[in-house]
């Protein structure tokens, strides 16, 4: 804009007559530009006779355009042209013209060179060159991505809480408004096309791709890279934004169990009497075009929470039994210290036997034993594995937690459980046995559900101990049965058994 009022000012000061301003968002460097191609084919139909330009350089940086510029100045189809601080005329020496354009191109091509060769001297130093993700920013001073100040922490926040798989894309995406994060440049909420990109960028977790090849980044890592993983599961099963219409209609079980007989979804229905009172049901789809389903039954919605109420009490563990499952699991943490030295030493000797195969990769390829393609098919396995392991390490020595966090916190929600039952909570019931329930059939009005391990020992236990009326067995049964928490023979301990 400053360089048109400059020239404006030039063409008003010598009377010249303007008869169109063109401007062209192409480079110069490579020809075929259509602007200016229809400038010169202009200018030969005789419209115009001369070029106000601001520099020569803005007219051409390649030799085929340049050449037709000076072809036409030398016939006197351009008569001349002028820039900012020099005029051209047909009687000028053609070769001080000449020099300029290819001034001008050698310093594309210069220009070209030197940021192909900073952005690998960055990508070497582990500088993501480019844009920085949503979360970072630019640092223009020291030339890195740093964590943004407002937006890195709730960003972290819902990637953890998208980790855990009880979101999908659109709950994330809402999440993500209400946070108040949205686009950088329009401050409107991000499409879901965004969302979808952010998920599965690898460069959250501390790695970035250039030309198909992973590198590790120098830049701090929002998430682990088991949380990335998480996140990649979630994307899996949860990826797809549920039909949330039929829901608000008073339907509490769509999407949760399928037919017996044939496999297929069950569905609702809704049924409202002359006196106003509705009644919900359920029902297979019966999309099977080929078999028809046997199934024939519908089941009340009443029926239904009475089959959801039933299994739910399985997976629960008393408040007497869970404080003493918990005192025993603070002994065995007293215990797992020198588990965790153990642990650490096996992840460093892992962790050298990477960097002595990447070293061979690298030195490999620098040598020209490997191609370019083979040399990234092997680094780029190796690296993520690289940056996990030392997540793992740093995560360790800095944690003041053990591995039996998990068994603690399966405790926990196994006895928050029959709170879901007590407040009739349906939802939460329904999420509960998705989450933790496989196989999830109708058949004649009975829910079946197929609980993944360890709640499956659960329920055999919590089955077990309503059959028999002895304390004492009953005391047997919590302690004895199968399993939940083993560990390797190396480690001799007491176990935990339900």
């Not at 191109?105 to 990508?123: A, W």
């Not at 020992?457 to 002895?470: D, E, H």
């Not at 302690?479 to 176990?495: I, T």
Request: glycine share 6%; aromatic share 10%; net charge positive.
């Amino acid at each position: 804009m400053a360089q048109l009022s400059e020239l404006g000012a030039i063409a008003q000061a010598n009377n010249l007559s303007i008869v169109e301003t063109l401007s062209e968002s192409k480079s110069a460097k490579e020809p075929g530009r259509e602007v200016f191609n229809e400038m010169l084919r202009r200018i030969e139909g005789g419209e115009a006779n001369a070029i106000l330009t601001w520099k020569l350089d803005r007219l051409a940086r390649n030799f085929d355009d340049g050449g037709r510029i000076i072809g036409m100045l030398q016939r006197g189809v351009i008569q001349e042209i002028r820039t900012f601080e020099k005029t051209y005329l047909p009687t000028d020496n053609v070769l001080m013209i000449a020099v300029e354009f290819g001034m001008a191109n050698q310093y594309v091509r210069d220009l070209s060179l030197n940021i192909r060769r900073g952005i690998r001297e960055k990508i070497r130093r582990g500088i993501f060159y480019g844009k920085a993700p949503y979360g970072y920013f630019n640092e223009p001073r020291l030339r890195t991505i740093e964590p943004h100040p407002k937006h890195f922490k709730k960003l972290k926040l819902l990637l953890e809480e998208f980790a855990k798989g009880d979101m999908n894309v659109a709950d994330f995406h809402r999440a993500f408004v209400k946070a108040g994060l949205f686009g950088q440049r329009s401050g409107k909420p991000v499409p879901y096309s965004t969302i979808g990109h952010l998920l599965r960028n690898p460069f959250y977790y501390g790695v970035f791709v250039h030309k198909g090849e992973v590198h590790q980044g120098t830049h701090l890592p929002m998430i682990s890279k088991e949380t990335f993983d998480r996140i990649q599961y979630a994307l899996l099963d949860n990826g797809k934004p549920q039909n949330g219409y039929r829901k608000q209609k008073g339907f509490l079980f769509l999407d949760f169990a399928r037919c017996s007989s044939c496999g297929y979804a069950i569905t609702g229905e809704r049924h409202i009497k002359k006196s106003g009172r509705q009644y919900y049901y359920y029902r297979c789809t019966d999309k099977n075009k080929k078999e028809p389903c046997v199934e024939r039954t519908y089941t009340r919605q009443e029926v239904f929470e009475a089959e959801v109420k039933r299994h739910i009490p399985l997976l629960t563990i008393p408040d007497a039994w869970k404080e003493k499952f918990l005192a025993r699991i603070d002994n065995w943490a007293e215990e797992g210290l020198d588990r965790k030295q153990v642990d650490i030493a096996n992840l460093k000797e892992k962790l050298a036997s990477l960097k002595s195969k990447l070293q061979r990769v690298n030195n490999a390829f620098a040598e020209g034993t490997l191609d370019f393609d083979e040399f990234k098919e092997i680094k780029n396995p190796l690296l993520p594995q690289k940056v996990a392991i030392e997540q793992k390490i740093i995560a360790l020595q800095t944690n003041n937690g053990d591995r039996l966090e998990p068994l603690r916190n399966w405790i926990l929600e196994a006895n928050q459980a029959q709170n879901m039952v007590r407040d009739e909570n349906w939802l939460k019931m329904k999420s509960f046995l998705k989450k933790h329930g496989s196989n999830r059939l109708l058949h004649a009005q009975t829910l079946r559900v197929s609980f993944i391990k360890p709640w499956d020992c659960l329920a055999n236990t919590n089955l077990a101990v309503r059959k028999t009326g002895s304390i004492s067995e009953r005391t047997s049964l919590w302690w004895r049965r199968g399993e939940l928490n083993p560990c390797p023979h190396r480690y001799p301990r007491r176990h935990l058994h339900v």
